[in-house]
């Protein structure tokens, strides 16, 4: 890829697995399975690239209400990513973070997570955010009580620091695969001023190839934050 404008910190949702896997008439578990595959490579690509921040949105908190045995599932493959194949975690030598809610997890899972995310801390040039059971109106909703129990007022850089993400910048770039156009509850306070960039690919489709244009496309765009660039 050509030198263009890197962004610094890349944002995925990455929507799609489930009607990848039903259009080859297999089983949601499968574009799970596949998306998960595809999560490794697209973000070992990006840090490759140079990205230095990139955030995954993995489970959301409204995922939860699905069907159990797809839960079970799910929970299953974050068991396995975590614990068996936490190899292909610890490959990519950057620091990995949990955001959301992980006690709603199986024991088992959350002792997997800590472990990694503890292991990696020592890694310091690229930080892996993956979002599990995560909401952002959940995160704002008490990002606002833990002010309201400090009782104390909050400015904007004081707020940002009860947020799960403090102290890490905000995504420049947000792609969405799937066909969707909505942030669907993902990074709403950090996404103020980010990038958009949607693909009509799945998630498990999405190569090495479409992240490049879309940084591409990114790199190509004016970013004015809301001020005006005087001709």
Do not use: W
């Given at each position: 890829?050509?030198?263009?404008?890197?962004?610094?910190?890349?944002?995925?949702?990455?929507?799609?697995?489930?009607?990848w896997a039903k259009r080859r008439f297999r089983p949601r578990a499968f574009g799970h399975r596949a998306g998960v595959q595809n999560m490794t490579k697209i973000c070992t690509h990006a840090f490759k690239l140079g990205v230095r921040i990139v955030t995954v949105y993995a489970l959301s908190t409204e995922n939860l209400s699905r069907p159990k045995e797809e839960l079970d599932e799910l929970f299953d493959l974050i068991r396995t990513y975590?614990?068996?194949k936490r190899d292909k975690l610890l490959e990519m030598q950057v620091k990995i973070n949990v955001l959301g809610d992980i006690s709603v997890l199986p024991e088992?899972?959350?002792?997997?997570?800590?472990?990694?995310?503890?292991?990696?801390?020592?890694?310091?040039?690229?930080?892996?955010?993956?979002?599990?059971n995560y909401g952002a109106r959940q995160e704002i909703?008490?990002?606002?009580?833990?002010?309201?129990?400090?009782?104390?007022?909050?400015d904007e850089a004081s707020f940002k620091d009860l947020l799960s993400?403090?102290?890490?910048?905000?995504?420049?770039?947000?792609?969405?695969?799937?066909?969707?156009?909505?942030?669907?509850n993902f990074l709403l306070y950090q996404?103020?001023?980010s990038e958009l960039y949607f693909s009509k690919k799945m998630w498990p489709e999405f190569s090495k190839r479409d992240l490049?244009?879309?940084?591409?496309?990114?790199?190509?765009?004016?970013?004015?934050y809301g001020n005006v660039k005087e001709s």
């Open positions: 890829m050509r030198r263009i404008k890197l962004p610094v910190h890349i944002a995925f949702i990455m929507d799609g697995n489930g009607r975590f614990g068996k088992d899972v959350q002792r997997d997570i800590l472990e990694v995310t503890e292991e990696t801390a020592v890694f310091s040039e690229g930080l892996f955010n993956i979002c599990i909703v008490r990002a606002v009580n833990a002010a309201v129990s400090y009782g104390r007022f909050v993400t403090s102290g890490v910048p905000d995504p420049d770039l947000i792609i969405r695969t799937g066909g969707e156009v909505r942030l669907s996404a103020a001023y490049e244009r879309a940084v591409e496309n990114y790199s190509a765009r004016d970013r004015r």
